[in-house]
């Protein structure tokens, strides 16, 4: 079965760091862009970083500067690399990628982690 698993999530203090990964199992024959999502309680979901095959980035204006998305196409995975967290970057982190399988190209998203952050 082709999916995507997050880990890496926990408790940290405002200030502190975490590292997310995102696996892929499964027949993938190939993966072409790769984010980083985010859905706090009662709100939207929101895009938090990118990138693209080739290794091009980008970021949410609220998490430039201290988060950094990174790919290892050898492994089929992908990483968040979060520092000088924020109570306000507390959420639930998804992964999402266009995988190709046995059925073509499609989207693909994980099942989150959770990442809190205390003041």
């Known amino acids: 079965q082709v999916q995507l698993v997050e880990s890496g999530g926990g408790l940290v203090q405002a200030g502190g760091s975490l590292r997310l990964s995102c696996a892929t199992s499964g027949s993938v024959y190939n993966i072409n862009a790769m984010a980083w999502y985010r859905q706090a309680p009662g709100k939207g979901r929101e895009l938090v970083a990118t990138?693209?095959?080739?290794?091009?980035?980008n970021y949410a204006d609220s998490v430039k500067g201290r988060f950094t998305i990174s790919r290892d196409n050898a492994k089929n995975m992908v990483y968040l690399q979060m520092n000088s967290l924020k109570p306000e970057d507390t959420a639930l982190y998804y992964c999402?990628?266009?995988?190709?399988?046995?059925?073509?190209?499609?989207?693909?998203w994980g099942q989150g982690t959770q990442v809190t952050v205390s003041s």
């Open positions: 999402n990628a266009d995988l190709w399988t046995s059925r073509g190209a499609r989207n693909y």
């Open positions: 990138i693209t095959s080739g290794g091009s980035t």
